[in-house]
């Protein structure tokens, strides 16, 4: 995988008596660093703040890492529940984050992860969700 990426992001969010579709498709870098992927990329957030992501994925366990408007860290292991705090303006929210399905799928240029999860906040389950990211070296 070269350095510099295009990362695909896309996801559901289940909720009761509706979906909420996630669609992401930015430029970022990649790197491998003692075993461990790991994928920095960029997002505006809707009113045109910019998020740093920086997601961290092994076999077994994916952490993902927001700063900047509504910053946030989720860690992702099958079978597990893990709490973390998400940051607001308005303060924040205990968030749990329990995950059944890690898959990653890693080729030479292209890297595709899979992730099924529940997410609780304050330790009320508000929705089952799914998230899938694409990330290939970006053609020069």
């Not at 910019?50 to 989720?74: A, H, Q």
């Not at 940051?87 to 099924?116: A, C, N, R, W």
């Amino acid at each position: 995988m070269t350095k510099d990426v295009l990362v695909d992001v896309s996801g559901l969010q289940l909720e009761v008596n509706s979906e909420e579709p996630i669609q992401l498709m930015t430029t970022g870098s990649y790197y491998m660093k003692n075993g461990k992927h790991y994928v920095l990329y960029e997002e505006l957030t809707d009113d045109a703040q910019t998020v740093k992501n920086i997601l961290k994925i092994t076999e077994k366990k994916v952490e993902l890492t927001k700063k900047g408007d509504g910053s946030s860290y989720m860690l992702f292991e099958a079978g597990k529940e893990n709490l973390s705090y998400y940051d607001t303006p308005f303060g924040s929210l205990l968030l749990g984050v329990t995950t059944s399905k890690i898959q990653v799928d890693h080729e030479e240029d292209l890297m595709k992860l899979h992730i099924d999860y529940g997410l609780s906040i304050n330790s009320d389950h508000i929705s089952d969700c799914v998230i899938d990211v694409s990330v290939r070296s970006k053609v020069q």
